[in-house]
């Protein structure tokens, strides 16, 4: 049914329409309305046989989710930034375990400086745990996701989390049609475990591998996320046959039929790359956009056919390598090569910094004219920077950085050395 | 697009005055997006909410900078924050005050918007005397559907009685409705200061 609803809690609603047994989490911002939702939802009784399980830290949720996936409940947590890194270690080993639990990642930036808006920083240090990585462009798709999350996981046997832009998608309130109890029993069957803790018939999970065949568990990791490239697209259309809707797959294209410029960028910025690719279209540009939804797996041919006819490609991501620069844009450069496309990276949006349609239409008019260096900082304000750089030359004890620049900006009354 | 932003502070309402909004909006069969300015609000402090309604599915995801209409729940904020930034020539303006706007030095609002889009409201008192509590909000919402007619009472009311359930939901509903009928223009400001 379309309802008026905040992201959150259409995330809340959804996830209890795929009857979780188990869900375990902490609260961290943006993630504590979904959890505290789910909590209210368990203790209604209305998920019976569910169990919330309270726990003392981010680790603690993601082990209590490893032990309840192995004894075979379908299990759901969520997370986000710091609690992401507190969990990291359980991260790894909830996908080297191959187990089909379901975290939503509503992004956000890492400290420090400590910040709690968004940015994808969190979603990107995870990148190599082996989890799928599933981005939603709004609180439709990010619903929508969710239950498909859970048929993937389970067919594949492979933890799977679905990245939701913290703040400007959890705290959206916005129509989003919440899916019937029947659908999502008929789309997504009870959870049949590939492995399962069973007092019957003992098993152990999480043996030690040597060297000997270290590798071979890994490779067969990998071989899982290339199966994953071909199940997502099928569990998409098949999501589409029985709701109406194209969420998730693994790209999405938009307006790039004739395009002398694709943007590509993951996530909500998408809505508001999309305003602004009509208006630089209605100039005569000829410029589309590519959303990568399932950014692991990397569907490395899905992205290469999507960009291939496009001699310049922009990639804008909300997150990036220090010392190296962007993360998805290395991903897109490695899809692409051979092809001749020329590749920018524009990082922005770091730690909320709000990406304005007017700053995006700049970008798009300078890409039109070949202006774009390799890497740029959208919105960068390089006079901040350079009197911090300045007073770092001018002696060795300049103090912390993030205070001088807050005092530099006027938005802090610290007082204290670097002045 | 019509575009509104609500300034307040925290504990005043401002997320869920937005949202409320946008849920009448929807109600009416438009599309509508809430969403509050994301920091580490508290009790007191300047807080805004942003609310789109549309026509046309809403896919910007900035925050609103060129607001057709602000909705301003705490007049302490006119010294601490740049209200009307961005907001359009023939944009509104609706504060909660039972104050003028000349009282409140507001009076060069008068050459920068058209004169019946200017408008005062004392909701915390009708919300003091509907509600029994200082929270202007919903009483807000109703001055804002007579001003602006983006959407009706009636809708707003709908949206007050989902939000807060019995009693609560009723008495706001009814502030609402007292605050529709007492929006205050500045012209009738104006007109009221020439008869005095």
């Not at chain 1, 569910?50 to 299990?75: D, L, Q, T, Y």
């Not at chain 1, 399962?196 to 067969?220: K, T, W």
């Not at chain 1, 001018?394 to 610290?414: H, I, K, Q």
């Not at chain 2, 602006?148 to 007050?160: C, S």
Request: with cysteine; glycine share 8%; charged share 20%.
């Amino acid at each position: 049914m379309l309802t008026q609803i905040e992201g959150s809690r259409a995330i809340a609603e959804t996830v209890a329409l795929c009857r979780p047994e188990v869900v375990c989490a902490y609260p961290i911002s943006p993630q504590t309305h979904i959890i505290e939702a789910v909590g209210v939802m368990v203790k209604e009784g209305r998920l019976a046989p569910c169990e919330f399980i309270n726990v003392e830290s981010e680790f603690a949720a993601m082990s209590v989710a490893i032990g309840a996936s192995a004894a075979g409940a379908r299990a759901y947590t969520a997370t986000a930034s710091q609690g992401l890194l507190y969990m990291m270690e359980a991260v790894y080993n909830a996908a080297g375990l191959g187990l089909p639990i379901v975290m939503t990642l509503a992004n956000r930036a890492i400290g420090a400086p400590i910040n709690i808006w968004n940015d994808h920083s969190d979603a990107m240090a995870v990148r190599d745990s082996g989890w799928i990585q599933l981005f939603a462009e709004t609180n439709q798709e990010a619903a929508d996701l969710h239950v498909q999350a859970f048929r993937l996981a389970e067919e594949l046997s492979v933890p799977v989390m679905v990245c939701m832009d913290g703040f400007i998608l959890t705290h959206a309130v916005e129509g989003v049609d919440l899916l019937d109890q029947s659908m999502v029993d008929a789309y997504l069957p009870p959870y049949e475990p590939r492995q399962i803790l069973d007092p019957d018939n003992p098993v152990s999970i999480g043996a030690m591998v040597g060297p000997e065949a270290f590798q071979e568990v890994r490779y067969l990791a990998h071989l899982r996320q290339l199966d994953a490239l071909h199940r997502i697209p099928v569990i998409a259309e098949e999501f589409f046959a029985a709701t109406g809707r194209h969420s998730g797959g693994l790209v999405h294209s938009y307006r790039t039929e004739d395009a002398d410029t694709i943007v590509v960028a993951m996530g909500s910025v998408l809505g508001t790359i999309k305003d602004a690719v009509d208006i630089r279209r209605d100039s005569g540009e000829r410029i589309g956009v590519v959303g990568i939804t399932s950014f692991r797996p990397f569907p490395s041919l899905q992205v290469r056919e999507a960009l291939r006819h496009a001699p310049q490609v922009v990639v804008l991501e909300k997150a990036f390598s220090i010392g190296h620069g962007g993360v998805l844009a290395t991903d897109i450069s490695m899809a692409l090569q051979g092809t001749g496309c020329v590749v920018r990276e524009v990082v922005a949006g770091l730690g909320g910094r709000p990406i304005t349609r007017l700053s995006l239409e700049k970008l798009f008019y300078k890409a039109a004219r070949g202006e774009l260096g390799e890497l740029l900082f959208l919105d960068l304000d390089v006079e901040v920077v350079d009197r911090e750089l300045a007073r770092m030359k001018a002696g060795r004890r300049s103090g912390p950085s993030a205070e001088n620049v807050l005092r530099d900006l006027g938005t802090t009354r610290v007082e204290g050395q670097g002045r | 697009m019509f575009q509104v932003r609500i300034h307040g502070r925290g504990g005043q309402g401002v997320v869920t005055a937005a949202e409320i909004l946008s849920v009448a909006a929807f109600d009416e069969g438009r599309q509508a997006q809430a969403f509050p300015s994301f920091g580490s609000e508290r009790t007191g402090a300047p807080v805004v909410s942003y609310c789109r309604i549309d026509d046309r599915e809403i896919r910007t995801r900035e925050p609103v900078m060129a607001p057709d209409a602000v909705i301003v729940q705490d007049v302490t904020l006119i010294n601490q924050v740049d209200l009307f930034s961005g907001l359009s020539p023939v944009g509104f303006v609706l504060i909660n005050t039972s104050r003028t706007f000349a009282e409140l030095g507001l009076a060069e609002l008068y050459d920068r918007f058209p004169r019946p889009h200017l408008v005062t409201c004392p909701a915390t008192e009708i919300a003091l005397e509907h509600v029994g509590r200082p929270l202007p909000n919903a009483a807000l919402l109703g001055a804002f559907a007579s001003l602006t007619q983006q959407i009706t009472l009636e809708a707003v009311q709908k949206a007050i009685r989902d939000h807060f359930a019995g009693a609560v939901g009723e008495r706001n509903a009814a502030a609402a409705a007292a605050a529709f009928d007492a929006v205050v223009t500045l012209e009738e400001e104006f007109a009221r200061a020439d008869t005095d």
